[in-house]
C-alpha cells in the first residue's frame, strides 16, 4: 500500500505525475499484472487495426509501457503518445531511445494538456485510451460548458437522478468524462477505431441500469433521450470484455477501498461516427 495521499497530491493538478504520482505510477506499470494487460491490450488492438499501416494516438501515455507493445503489435505504423506530464514522457522516450536501430514504426511523443482540441484533427486510424486518470481543473469545466451546453445538461440531469448529496462531484466527473470522449473522437477520422481500457470490476451487463447509461454517455455512445433531451452520440460501440487482473490494485492503493482488491479492467471497442 503506498504511503501517498492520493486525494491532497491529485488535487494540485495534472502535474502531480511529475513527481511523486509518477514515481508510484512507473513502479505500478512496471508490475508483471500490467505488463500482461498490456501485451493483451496490445493484442486486441492488432486485431482490429484492419489495416497494415496507419496513424495511432496513445491518449495520455504515461511512461510509455502500453506504447512499446502496440509498437512491438503493429510495426508498420506511426505512432504519437500524448501526456501532460514531462517526467512520464521522458521515461517513454528513454525506451524510445533505446529501440532496435531499423525499427520501422514512426514515434513520437508529445506534451499536451489534456483534453486538447489544438491537436490535428481527424487524422488519426485508431486512438487507444487506457487506464484513465485525467486531471483537469474547474477553470476547463467552465470552459467546456461554454461550448458544449447541451452536454452540460444532460450530465447534470443524470448525475441528479443517481446522487442527492454528491451530485455535483459526480457532474464533474460525467462532464469532463464526456469532454474527453470529444477529445478523442475530434483525433479519429469517420470510422475510426477507439480502444478504452478501463479499471472495471464486472462486465457491462452486470452495472446497474442508471450506471450503463451514464457509462455510455461519457464514452459518447448513448443515444436515447434523457428527461426530453437527446445526447449527441459520435461513437458507436462494437464490444466490450472484462478481464480479471491485479491492475485493479492501482484502484485500491489510490482510494484505500477494500472493494477494489479484487476486480481487473474493461477492453471496449467504439468506432467513430
Ligand atoms: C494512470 S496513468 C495511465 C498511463 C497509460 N495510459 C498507461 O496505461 O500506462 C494516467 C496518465 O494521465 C496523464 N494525465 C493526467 N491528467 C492529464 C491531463 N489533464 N492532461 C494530460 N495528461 C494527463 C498522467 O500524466 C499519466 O501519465
Avoid at 493484442?43 to 482490429?48: F, G, K
Avoid at 464514452?219 to 445526447?231: D, I, M, N, T, V
Avoid at 492503493?253 to 481487473?264: R, S
Wanted: with cysteine; hydrophobic share 40%; aromatic share 10%.
Amino acid at each position: 500500500m503506498s504511503s501517498i495521499d492520493f486525494t491532497q497530491a491529485l488535487a494540485s493538478g495534472a502535474r502531480s505525475y511529475d513527481r511523486h504520482v509518477g514515481r508510484w505510477w512507473v513502479q505500478r506499470t512496471s508490475s508483471a499484472a500490467h505488463a500482461e494487460a498490456y501485451v493483451n491490450i496490445a493484442r486486441y488492438v492488432a486485431r482490429h487495426a484492419r489495416k497494415r499501416s496507419g496513424l495511432l494516438v496513445d491518449y495520455a501515455c504515461g511512461a510509455g509501457l502500453l506504447t512499446r507493445q502496440l509498437v512491438a503489435a503493429l510495426p508498420r505504423w506511426r505512432f504519437l503518445g500524448i501526456d501532460g506530464s514531462r517526467a512520464m514522457l521522458r521515461f517513454a522516450e528513454a525506451w524510445a531511445r533505446r529501440r532496435e536501430p531499423g525499427s520501422p514504426a514512426a514515434l513520437e511523443f508529445r506534451l499536451a494538456k489534456l483534453p486538447d482540441f489544438a491537436l490535428p484533427m481527424h487524422k488519426a486510424d485508431l486512438v487507444v485510451f487506457a487506464f484513465p486518470n485525467i486531471i483537469t481543473g474547474a477553470g476547463e469545466r467552465r470552459h467546456f460548458e461554454k461550448i458544449y451546453g447541451k452536454d452540460s445538461v444532460l450530465a447534470r440531469l443524470l448525475a441528479a437522478k443517481r446522487e442527492q448529496a454528491g451530485a455535483h462531484v459526480l457532474y464533474d466527473q460525467l462532464f469532463m468524462n464526456r469532454m474527453i470522449a470529444r477529445n478523442l473522437r475530434w483525433l479519429l477520422r469517420k470510422g475510426g477505431l477507439c480502444v478504452r481500457v478501463d479499471y472495471s470490476q464486472g462486465s457491462r451487463h452486470e452495472l446497474e441500469r442508471c450506471d450503463r447509461v451514464a457509462t455510455v454517455f461519457e464514452e459518447g455512445s448513448l443515444s436515447a433521450g434523457q428527461g426530453g433531451r437527446k445526447p449527441e452520440k459520435f461513437f458507436d460501440l462494437l464490444y466490450a470484455r472484462y478481464y480479471p487482473s491485479d491492475v485493479i490494485r492501482d484502484v485500491y492503493e489510490q482510494t484505500g477501498d477494500e472493494d477494489f482488491l479484487e476486480g481487473g479492467y474493461s477492453v471496449s471497442l467504439l468506432r467513430a461516427i
